[in-house]
């Protein structure tokens, strides 16, 4: 689906635009969001105005009006994993990740590391980044591209390759105690979750799918 996009002097494709020159990350836009009550779109928001996060590296990643998001970055089992954020105090860097880790135009260790990077323009406290982008690591939408050579070796009859690691609190507790105590470089943690999750997918378990 072609999102419609509408703003001025960006040149956008996919979903994800190119500044002119590369500067400062910030917000553009407001969050206005609409509550749904359709019995199919349940617990499910509706974006108003376009809203955008524009990366130090001249990227913008727009979540377009009209778009349809359902809130859930963190899963509910492990938000209390010591050192996440309130959601409430990174609600805009949600939006945007929310929308990208539905429209899967770009790959999913982007989305996921633009989340972090929009939160601490949001305002959040580097360590308490960390964590929440671990926890989004470890626990996010993950998704193969049709022509990746998962699909032409193992999922040639698949329509769609999209699942989530089965994460759990017990796995990730020690990482976040870690991250609390240091300042590592986001490959490191990757490395960390990547070495702690016993059901990483989507080969070792069933695919789970929206």
Known sequence: MAWPIRLAGV???????SL???????????????VLD??????KLRLLQDFAFH???GRVWLAPQGAVLDGWSI?????????LPLESEYRKSAVVHDFHSRARTQPWRDVHRMLYFAALTEGIPPSE???LYMTVYASGWRWEPKPSSCYGSCHAAAELLTWRPDAKAAELEPIAAWLQQSSPR????DKRVDAALKRPGPHLFAQVRQ
């Open 11 to 17: 040149v956008c494709a996919l979903g994800v635009c």
């Open 20 to 34: 002119p020159q590369a500067g400062d990350a910030e917000f553009s836009g407001k969050v206005v969001l609409e």
């Open 38 to 43: 359709d019995l199919a779109l349940d617990h």
């Open 55 to 57: 990366d130090e590296r």
């Open 75 to 83: 899963p509910r089992e492990l938000r209390a994993l010591p050192g």
């Open 129 to 131: 980044a960390n964590v």
């Open 186 to 189: 986001l490959e490191e943690i």
